[in-house]
């Protein structure tokens, strides 16, 4: 703590950023690691694990199987309504069902924006999560609205079972503020000893990875085309994304910009489907000398809140994944660069990809509340409580974690083309 407190003072004194991670001088592979040069002197470091066993062919080209005519409409208006038409197909799953209970053909959900104040009391609600009801109508007699946005989306997705060893599969695994590749160790060796090629790249700042010292070098855009170049790189067929907190936005990101190579994405503790934008009254916003000075705080903070429990398991746990372990600077530029305004409810709203939601409960940083929006916003979402967890569940509780993701990926939708019944309820 005194040492912090010095080295701080130092900082100040000389103008200079304590503890910074240095830039990676080899780009060459080395005991299962790559370096990724994606800009001139911006390295990443990436695991890259592929299979041992001799892959496997893809998945049969029916033209029935898997497919699901993913049609809704998204209306905008301008008092804030948002308003979803689900025309297409309903999804029927033997191992997951959605939360909201509105993936029914032909209904219509709608939603309140989060940053407008005092429509609820006069614009039909949503329905909660997990109750199976439809939303509350609007009274029948109401004033033609004009609206502000207006998206169709009218495609047919081919969802398939995603098993190890296939030559055209490939995980990605996203880590968020403050991690690196090293949190996701579990499930890297989990999935790596199933024959799934895995890759997990560290942000730029954290882990390995070089630490310019400029604070533009940590935009979510400089962030997200960091990952847009490492998925470039390493991208298959099918690609499936992983990410946690932070990291999620980088994954809708992906899977907007990829729809035909995203088959479906694993969203960890990411929170609601809003636009990203710092916060002005916060502590990150001190200045750097200042966060350096009480980094023992904040990172006494992070173990507290982050997990369901604070024993010596936990803080080795966090030792061991390398969490919490970044320069002052970078915790500072990751925190005021998460501006992201195209990333709102809209925009989640036009993905048709697959997405499972895990959420610990006891997750002190993101309300369970934020998931259960996103999962009413997705097309298709299946949304799971992991009771004994918290925001670093995946650490915590691997086993459950990983069987969660296992079973995703495995699963494909029962309902064919054209078929329109409803939800079957297990």
Not at 5 to 13: E, N, S, V
Not at 44 to 73: A, D, F, S, Y
Request: aromatic content about 8%.
């Amino acid at each position: 703590m005194l040492t912090s407190i010095a080295d701080g003072i130092m900082c100040c004194l000389m103008g200079k950023t304590t503890n910074a991670v240095g830039p990676v001088d080899s780009v060459e592979s080395s005991d299962g690691y790559s370096f990724l040069e994606v800009k001139p002197g911006r390295v990443l470091r990436v695991k890259h694990t592929l299979p041992t066993r001799r892959p496997e062919e893809g998945p049969e080209e029916g033209p029935e199987r898997g497919v699901v005519h993913c049609k809704r409409k998204i209306t905008l208006y301008r008092n804030g309504q948002l308003v979803i038409e689900n025309l297409g197909d309903a999804i029927r799953s033997e191992l997951l069902h959605c939360q909201n209970g509105t993936v029914e053909p032909q209904s219509t959900v709608e939603l309140e924006l989060s940053d407008v104040a005092g429509n609820a009391s006069t614009q039909g609600a949503a329905a909660s999560p997990g109750s199976g009801a439809r939303p509350t109508p609007a009274p029948s007699k109401r004033r033609k609205r004009k609206p502000k946005k207006v998206v169709d989306i009218d495609c047919k997705k081919r969802i398939s079972s995603c098993k190890g060893t296939q030559s055209d599969v490939a995980l990605f695994f996203i880590h968020g503020v403050g991690g690196s590749l090293d949190i996701w160790k579990e499930q890297l060796d989990f999935f790596g000893k199933l024959g799934y090629e895995v890759v997990a790249p560290d942000l730029a700042g954290h882990g390995a990875s070089s630490a310019p010292q400029i604070a533009a070098a940590y935009t979510f855009y400089a962030l997200a085309e960091d990952m847009r170049a490492v998925f470039k790189r390493y991208a298959k067929k099918r690609n499936i994304l992983i990410g946690h907190s932070y990291g999620v936005s980088f994954c809708t990101f992906l899977a907007h910009e990829y729809p035909d190579l995203v088959h479906k994405v694993i969203m960890i503790n990411g929170g609601g489907p809003t636009a990203l934008e710092p916060s002005l009254c916060s502590i990150f916003n001190m200045p750097t000398c200042v966060l350096h000075c009480l980094s023992p705080c904040l990172a006494w903070s992070f173990l507290k809140a982050g997990f369901a429990r604070q024993g010596a398991k936990e803080k080795q746990l966090l030792k061991e994944g390398n969490a919490f372990n970044v320069s002052s600077f970078v915790l500072r530029a990751m925190m005021s660069g998460q501006y992201w305004p195209e990333g709102d409810e809209v925009y989640h709203a036009e993905l048709t990809v697959p997405v499972l939601l895990v959420h610990g409960m006891h997750d002190k940083f993101v309300p369970v509340e934020e998931d259960q929006r996103m999962a009413e916003i997705l097309l298709i979402a299946f949304l799971k409580v992991i009771d004994e967890g918290s925001h670093m569940v995946m650490m915590e509780c691997p086993e459950t974690v990983n069987t969660l993701l296992h079973e995703f990926l495995l699963w494909e939708p029962e309902t064919p083309a054209g078929d329109g019944r409803d939800v079957e309820k297990k």
